[in-house]
């Protein structure tokens, strides 16, 4: 069975892959469609979804890669761990030196995105990994988790969490550490811009529990109980994380950017019952032709998130009779296309096309890049 499970979980990987490509890709950012574009400030909306679908996916794969170990400490987890981590945070480091040079900037250095997307995986899996060799009981673990929740909501009400201003604790923390020029400068609903990273460092604390959970999930798959019995089991734990964080949300809002507690337990909910229904299709059901590019996405899917975003960028900057090339593609599909929205829609759809031509020839040669 264990195979067939990581089939389901390649699945859900290259699923998400595919999702963080599309939102991240539209023909133009003037026209999107509202459920591919990320909630202003509080709510959820389906792209939403994605960015901690992934960071929950990384605990269901730490169960099966940790428990070789036993939480033993050996030289060859601690080199594991180290390389993993630093070749994440550099690969961050290293797309957004590239934009930055791309776009003609001359100190890209001065200006280069400390945090981001692939940096806030390093520092969960770190974190995660640490806790989770350390901590032997699951009960205890658990307790850990609910701890980082709670402490972080305290962090939040304190210090001004909930608003999007430079007086945000964690605007505070990532301008006090990183500088100014170092951070994302978030969009305000009046078209004005603060130094806000959604990808801050005291808001990657959550994600520590999102990977815990998703590091539970992975166990009870790995359990050798009868399959019908794991499902259940992670069902009832994705509605139960499900009720919780939309009862809690009156409290505590959800909110991607600030990677609220309630937006960790209703992210975990959704992803846990797409697990299990995955599972459910792929491995019970055999269901498995409609998955296939899916899994071949979900085969690479470091290195093709990488390869993408080298490649929205090279569109973004080289220009044709002064033209981007990116606007040439979707101009082109505008003119068959007279709707923006969709146009934008099928230039994303065609990007997500030329980026599995690539990881499908990897596929093909049995090729699989890690780290």
Same mark, same amino acid.
């Given at each position: 069975?264990?195979?067939? *499970?990581?089939?389901?979980?390649?699945?859900?990987?290259?699923?998400?892959?595919?999702?963080? /490509?599309?939102?991240?890709?539209?023909?133009?950012?003037?026209?999107?469609?509202?459920?591919?574009?990320?909630?202003?400030?509080?709510?959820?909306?389906?792209?939403?979804?994605? &960015?901690?679908? &992934?960071?929950?996916?990384?605990?269901?794969?730490?169960?099966?890669?940790?428990?070789? &170990?036993?939480?033993?400490?050996?030289?060859?987890?601690?080199?594991?761990?180290? *390389? *993993?981590?630093?070749?994440? +945070?550099?690969?961050?480091?290293?797309?957004?030196?590239?934009?930055?040079?791309?776009?003609?900037?001359?100190?890209?250095?001065?200006? /280069? *995105?400390?945090?981001?997307?692939?940096?806030?995986?390093?520092?969960?899996? +770190?974190?995660?990994?640490?806790? $989770?060799?350390?901590?032997?009981?699951?009960?205890?673990?658990?307790?850990?988790?609910?701890?980082?929740? /709670?402490?972080?909501?305290?962090?939040?009400?304190?210090?001004?969490?909930?608003?999007?201003?430079?007086?945000?604790?964690?605007?505070?923390?990532?301008?006090?550490?990183?500088?100014?020029?170092?951070?994302?400068?978030?969009?305000?609903?009046?078209?004005?811009?603060? #130094? +806000?990273?959604?990808?801050?460092?005291?808001?990657?604390?959550?994600?520590?529990?999102?990977?815990? /959970?998703?590091?539970?999930?992975? @166990?009870?798959?790995?359990?050798?109980?009868?399959?019908?019995?794991?499902?259940?089991?992670?069902?009832?734990?994705?509605?139960?994380?499900? +009720?919780?964080?939309?009862?809690?949300?009156?409290?505590?809002?959800? @909110?991607?950017?600030?990677?609220?507690?309630?937006?960790?337990?209703?992210?975990?909910?959704?992803?846990?019952?797409?697990?299990?229904?995955?599972?459910?299709?792929?491995?019970?059901?055999?269901?498995?032709?409609?998955?296939?590019?899916?899994?071949?996405?979900?085969? @690479?899917?470091? #290195?093709? !998130?990488?390869?993408?975003?080298?490649?929205?960028?090279?569109?973004?900057?080289?220009?044709?009779?002064?033209?981007?090339?990116?606007?040439?593609?979707?101009?082109? $599909?505008?003119?068959?296309?007279?709707?923006? !929205?969709?146009?934008?829609?099928?230039?994303?759809?065609?990007? $997500?096309?030329?980026?599995?031509?690539?990881?499908?020839?990897?596929?093909?040669?049995?090729? &699989? $890049?890690?780290?």
């Amino acid at each position: 069975m264990k195979s067939e *499970r990581l089939l389901s979980l390649d699945v859900l990987r290259g699923i998400t892959i595919v999702g963080m /490509i599309l939102v991240n890709n539209p023909g133009t950012w003037e026209s999107v469609y509202a459920p591919l574009r990320h909630a202003e400030w509080n709510g959820l909306t389906p792209t939403d979804l994605v &960015f901690p679908f &992934f960071m929950f996916i990384m605990g269901v794969s730490m169960s099966f890669a940790l428990s070789r &170990f036993d939480h033993h400490f050996s030289r060859s987890f601690i080199t594991k761990l180290v *390389r *993993r981590t630093v070749i994440l +945070f550099l690969l961050g480091l290293f797309l957004s030196w590239f934009s930055l040079v791309c776009a003609g900037v001359e100190q890209p250095f001065s200006q /280069i *995105r400390i945090l981001g997307v692939l940096q806030r995986l390093a520092l969960a899996y +770190f974190f995660g990994s640490l806790l $989770i060799m350390s901590v032997r009981r699951p009960a205890n673990l658990a307790w850990i988790s609910a701890i980082i929740l /709670i402490g972080y909501i305290v962090l939040l009400a304190l210090g001004n969490g909930f608003e999007l201003s430079e007086q945000n604790i964690i605007a505070v923390t990532d301008r006090t550490l990183f500088g100014e020029t170092h951070l994302y400068r978030e969009w305000l609903p009046d078209g004005g811009r603060i #130094f +806000f990273d959604p990808e801050g460092l005291l808001s990657t604390l959550p994600c520590i529990a999102q990977v815990i /959970i998703g590091y539970f999930c992975g @166990n009870i798959l790995r359990e050798k109980t009868e399959i019908h019995h794991r499902l259940l089991q992670i069902s009832i734990l994705g509605i139960v994380l499900l +009720f919780a964080g939309w009862l809690l949300s009156y409290g505590c809002p959800l @909110n991607k950017k600030v990677w609220s507690p309630t937006f960790v337990l209703v992210t975990c909910g959704f992803a846990s019952l797409f697990l299990v229904f995955l599972t459910w299709l792929i491995d019970i059901r055999k269901k498995q032709k409609w998955a296939y590019p899916f899994h071949v996405f979900g085969t @690479n899917p470091l #290195f093709i !998130y990488v390869v993408a975003g080298v490649l929205a960028t090279l569109l973004e900057v080289i220009t044709v009779s002064g033209i981007s090339l990116q606007g040439k593609v979707y101009t082109s $599909i505008l003119l068959i296309l007279p709707d923006a !929205y969709l146009a934008s829609l099928i230039y994303g759809l065609l990007f $997500i096309g030329f980026n599995y031509l690539i990881v499908w020839v990897l596929y093909k040669k049995r090729i &699989f $890049i890690k780290i």
